[in-house]
C-alpha cells in the first residue's frame, strides 16, 4: 500500500508531513539517547527486515497489491518508536532506491504504515499479551493480530488520503488531479484486500517469527531495557480510546444534538427548540440565541463542520473519520506534553 | 520444488541485484557523465524540487516536459534507457495501470467514445486524469533513480546530514542499506543450500513453516552479524557522525545546475498552475 | 604494563563467555590466545578493544580501566581508537564502505585526521599491502584473500600501538596465509604489540613469544610457544588436537594430530 508521487495532492503530502513530523521528532530523541548501544544496529536489522518482507507484493483482490509491513514483529521487539523508526527508514529506503513509494509520500507512508501502524500495533499487543510469559503462545497470537489490526488501519489511513482527493482537487471541468477515486471506490478497494490477503501475511509473518524467536532466540523478544515507555498505566487508556472510536457512530443514532452543544441557528429552530426544552425539565429557552453566542459562533468555522466532513456522504462514518484524527491529535498533544513534562 | 518457493527465491535474487547496483550504480567505468560531475547537494535538492514541481503542476504537458528532461538527464549521464525501463517504468506502468485504466472508464464527464461489446463510456476526464496519474509517477521514479544512480550513497547520506536530517536518522539508514545486502545474502544462500536438500514437493502447511523458519533463522543470523558490523564500525573510531573524504566543493558547473533547476522546477510550478 | 586484566569475568545471555580471567600482557609483546572454538578468545580480543565491557572484575590499558562511561568521553575514545585496532575473524563484516579507499579511509576519517593526511596515509598503506590496484573496487566483492588484506589495512592505516587479530587466517588459502604471516611478523616487535586469536597450532613459533590458553572462559596455561607444542595432554584436554583411532591388522591404536583449516 505505498503511495506512489502523484496520487495525493501536495497540500496532502505536506499535511501528512506535518503530521508525521512530531512522532519523528520524538521517536529520534528517544533513540538518540541509546546511539552507542546495540539499539541502533538492532533497529536498522529490523528496518532491513521490514524493507526485504515489504517488497514482496501479493496481488489483492480489487487491483491493487499489498504486502506485509513486518510492523507486529518490529513493535514487539523495539517497541513503538524504535519500531516507528525503524519501518519509516525502510520506507525511505523503498522510495529512493526503487520508487516502491513516492518521495513526497513519503509522509503519508510513514505515517500510515510507521506511525500509526506502530502505535495500534503496540497497543494491541500488550492489550492481549498481557503479562504473559515470553514463550508462551498467547504472546504469539497477540503479535499477530497487533500485526493484523496495524496494518488494516494503516490501509484505511491510505484508503482516506486516497479518497478525499477527486473531491479536493479537481479542475474545473471535474478531471480529478490526483487519485481519480472517492471513498467509495478506495476504502472498499483497499480494504477488501488487506482485511484478507495482506492482514493475513502479516499475522502470519508477525506471529510465526514470534513463535519462532521464542524456541531459538528468546533475547530478541522481550528486551525491556529497549522499551522506555510506562506499559501499565498506558494499556487502559488506549483500550478506553479505541472503544469509544469505535462507539462513536452511536453517537448519531442518540437523538439531536448533544447537551449544550447547540449551535446559534438552532435556537431559532423550533424541532430543536422543543429537545432543548425537553433535555432543560421543560423550561424554554430563549427566544433568540444569546448575542455573546451569535457573535462567537460564527469566528471559527471547523474544518469538520458537525462531525461531518462535506465530502463524506455516509454521516456514520464521516463521524468515525472525526474520530481518528481527532484521536490522532490528542495523540499528538499528550506526546508533546510528556515531551515537555520529562 | 515448489512454486511458491521458486518465487520467494526469484524475489530475494532480484532484489540483491537490484540493491547492488542501486548501492554501486557509480562504480561502472567511465561513468563520468553530467550528472556524476555535480555536487552531491546540489543534486538531492534539485531533483527534489523538480520532484515537487511536478506533482504540483496541473497540465499535462508541463509534466511530460520535465519527464522529457529527466530522460535526457539520463542520456547525459550515461544512464542506459534500457536501466531506466526496467528498474522504473514497467514497474511504475504495472502498479499504476491497473489503477488508472478503470478511471478512464470511471470517472464522471461526457463520454467521448464507448468501447465496442461492452459500451463503456471513455470520458475525456477519464482519459486526462489516467493521463495525469501515470505520467506523476513515471516522471517522480524516473528522477529518484536518476539521483540514486549517480551518487555513492555514502555522499547522499552527507548531502542529508548537509539538509540537517538528522544524524541517527542517517546512520540508521546507512547501516540498513548495509544490512539488506547481508540479509539478502545470507537468504540467498540459505536458500541454496536447502534446495540442495530438499526433494520433491512440498504441501502448504510445510510450505509457510519453511517460510516462517527461514524468516525467522534469517533474523537470527543477520541479528548476530549486524551486531557484528556495529562493533567493527566502533572499534575503528565510529561515534555517530558522517565522514566522507570528498569535500563538497561548489564548482562552476554546480551553480549552473542550481540555476538550471531552479529556473525549471520555477518554470514548472508557474506554467502548470 | 600494556593490558592487565583483574579477576574479569564477562557474561552473555546466560552463558559466562570469560571466567574470572586474570593476566597482564607487557608492552611489545606477541601473544597467541589458543583455545577451541567457544573457548572465549573472541570474546576476549574485543574486551580487550573495548567494544564489551565486564560484568566484574577489571581490565586495564596502559594503566586506564576500560569501562563504558570512560568511551563516553571523546578524547579517551579517539586516543584509545587509535591505539589499539581489531581484525575480525569474518572480513564481511568489516566492509561496508563503497569502495576500498573509502573503507581504509573510514577509519582515519573518523578520528578527524585532516584530510589531506588521510588521503596520503591511506594511498601508503594500500602500497604497503599490495593493493592498490583494488582502491576503486567495491569490497565486499572481492576474494576472501583481497578482503582479508583489505580489512587489515582498514585497522594498520591508524598504525595503532596493538593489533588485535582474531582468526587471521582461517579461510586464507596457503599463500594468502603464509603472506599474512609475513606480514605481522614484519609489523610487530619493537614497540608494537600483536595478540592473536587462534586455533591454528602451524606457524605459532614464528608469531608469538607467548602463549595463553583458554578453555571455556578459563585460563589454563601460560607458556611459550615450544612448550606448548611439546605438551600433548594438555593440547588434547583443550581441544586442541585430537586423537584419530584406528585399526591396524587387528589392533587399535592413535595418532593425535591437528588438522589445518
Redesign the interface.
Known sequence: MHI????L??AT?AVMYTSAAPF?YVA?HR??DA??T?L??????F???S??IM??NLPLPG???GHAVGIGIATVVLGPWAAM??IS??I??Q??????G???AIGANCFNMAIVGALVSYAVYRLLAGRSPIESPRRVMAAGLAGYAAINVSALLAAVEFGIQPALYH?A?????????GLG?AIPAMMLGHLTVAGFAEF??SA??V???QK??P??LGEAGLRRVAVSQARPLWATLGVLMILTPLGILAAGSAWGEWSARDYSNPAVRQQIAASTFHQAPPAQAPAGLERLSSLWTAPFASYAPPYVRSAAFGYLLSAMFGAGLVTLASAGVSKFAR | MSARHGF?ER??DG?YE??EH??HAEQSAGATGLLQKLDARVKVAGI?SL??AE??S?RLWVIVSIFAGAVALAMLSHVSLATLAS??WI??LA??G???I??IF????AAIHRVPAIGWPVT???L???A??L???E????L??L??FTTPWNH?LKALRVFRV????V???G??????L???ET?HEMFESRRSRTVGALTGPER?RM???T??????R??QL??D??LAM?SRGF??EVYVLDDFRMSRLDWSAVAAFVALAGWAVWAGH | MLFELDRLTYQY?QLTALDNLTLSIPEGSRIALLGANGSGKSTMLRILDGLHFANSGAVRFRGDELTEDR??DDEFAFSFRKQVGLVFQNPDIQLFNPTVFDEVAFGPLQLRWPKSEVRERVGDILDRLRIAHLRDRVPHRLSGGEKKRVALASVLVLDPAVLLLDEPTASLDPRSQSQLIDLLVEWGGGAKSVIVATHDLGDLEDIADRCYLLDRGRLVAERSPADVLRDRELLERTNLVHAHRHRHAGELHSHPHVHRD
Open positions: 506512489p508521487d502523484g496520487y495532492s501536495p503530502c519523528w529520534l533513540v538518540r546511539l552507542h546495540r541502533v544496529p538492532r533497529l536498522s536489522l528496518a532491513a527486515f524493507f526485504v517488497m514482496f487491483g491493487t497489491t523508526l525503524a527508514v525502510a525511505v529506503i522510495a529512493l532506491f526503487f520508487g516502491d513516492g518521495v513526497t479542475t471541468s471535474g478531471v480529478p488531479l490526483y487519485c481519480p477515486y471506490v502470519f509473518v510465526g517469527v513463535a519462532f524467536l531459538s532466540d533475547s530478541l | 520467494i524475489t530475494v532484489l537490484a540493491m542501486a548501492l527534489l520532484i515537487v506533482v504540483l496541473h528498474r522504473v514497474g511504475a502498479f499504476t491497473p489503477i488508472a478503470p478511471a470511471l470517472t464522471p464527464g475525456m476526464q477519464g486526462t486524469t489516467a495525469l496519474l505520467a506523476r509517477v516522471t517522480a521514479a524516473t529518484t533513480l539521483l540514486v547522499v538528522p544524524v541517527v536518522f546512520v540508521i539508514l547501516m540498513t542499506c548495509r544490512y539488506i547481508l540479509m539478502l537468504a509457510r517460510t516462517v523458519s524468516a525467522g533463522v534469517l533474523l537470527s543477520t541479528s549486524s551486531g558490523v556495529y566502533q561515534r555517530g | 545471555e568511551f563516553g
